[in-house]
């Protein structure tokens, strides 16, 4: 006989447990007798997890309508500054036809709730600016271009 004193919401209940086997339980909850039928617990198959072979060829699209995405090559003397991570433009610092310097902040970006100096990675000159303020951009997104 097992006795166990608990207390759930502020109420304090005594648990007497009198007989217990792999199917049934006997207790008793403050004085008052219960009979609880133990449902056994299914154990599923595990399943083997089968990994491709190093030797086989990597997949092929086989439709020729869906394109391949691609990331476009930069123009030569262009340096683009492209998102670090996912987020939503909070400021834009610069605009175009501004003259950089390497590490001068060109924009705010919000990112799990914190707020990332985007900056630029050489000197030169605003060109483009790709996004707008409350842009949300993904990541490697391009935000500016600098010459």
Known sequence: MKEFNYKINGTPYRVV?????????ELEVNGTPFTVEMVQKTK??????????????????????????TRPSAPAGKNTIQSPLPGIILDIRCKVGDTVKKGQTLMILEAMKMENNILSNGNGKITEILVQKGDSVLEGANLVVIE
């Open 17 to 25: 447990v009198t007989k217990s086997d792999t199917e049934t339980v």
């Open 44 to 69: 599923k198959a595990l399943s083997g997890v089968k990994r491709p072979s190093t030797s086989a060829p990597s997949p092929v699209p086989q439709s020729t309508t869906t394109p391949l995405v």
